[in-house]
């Protein structure tokens, strides 16, 4: 099963880029969760969505937005990529909302410079 | 959310039993829980969740006292594989208010 798959594993992007993490899950759940992981740090929740056409804030959406058009796919965006935005994101579902099991991708490692 | 407290490092030795204790004082009547596992360059795993007493499972085991205020994770005989980074999360399993939110974890090193 492939569960959440995240493309791609790594980019180097350069100050002012753009991009798109791409995150797809074959499990059918309604909930899907972005989060960024510093070095040495826990995760901070980005973006979160419960369904199709419906997203909100996490604790971290600034200088990032999302979209979710169906429920197998959240795709997160970063416009004009800063230093600060350096980061390993992870992507993230599960069956039901909060503090439940939840299957995480293998992460996107992105460095801005 | 409730707030939760863990120790943010320990070290063991391989073929040691590990508890791994997590303080959550604030917790919620319908509030569970929750451990996960974190290796190295990967995402978090679900290990366990619980309520009260007592949760077992092929990879740990979870105690939770009658006050529900502090939890344990009890990791049995670790081996060098169980070195980890450790989450405790506490939220409501079905309240749209609760995401999952993960604080700092507790890093464990597992040495030969």
């Known amino acids: 099963n492939a569960g959440v798959t995240q493309t791609p594993k790594f980019r180097i992007l350069k100050i002012g880029q753009s991009m798109t993490l791409q995150c797809a899950q074959d499990m059918n759940h309604n909930y899907m969760y972005w989060y960024r992981q510093d070095p040495g740090m826990g995760l901070k929740l980005i973006y979160y969505s419960v369904g199709a056409g419906i997203t909100d804030k996490g604790e971290v959406p600034n200088g990032y937005n999302v979209s979710r058009s169906t429920t197998e796919d959240f795709p997160l965006r970063l416009e004009l990529a800063a230093p600060s935005q350096t980061s390993v994101y992870f992507c993230a579902s599960s069956p039901r909302v909060g503090n439940t099991e939840a299957f995480f991708g293998q992460g996107t490692r992105l460095t801005v410079v | ?112």
């Open chain 2, 1 to 112: 959310l409730a707030k939760t407290t863990q120790p943010i490092s320990m070290d063991s030795y391989e073929g040691q039993e590990v508890n791994i204790t997590c303080s959550h004082n604030n917790i919620a009547t319908n509030d569970y829980i929750t451990w996960y596992q974190q290796f190295p360059s990967q995402g978090p795993r679900f290990i366990i969740q619980g309520y009260k007493t007592k949760v077992t499972n092929e990879v740990a085991s979870l105690f939770i006292p009658a006050d529900r205020k502090s939890s344990t994770l009890s990791l049995p005989r670790v081996s060098l594989s169980d070195t980890a980074v450790y989450y405790c999360l506490v939220g409501g399993p079905n309240n749209a208010g609760n995401m999952l939110t993960f604080g700092g974890g507790t890093r464990l090193m597992v040495k030969p």
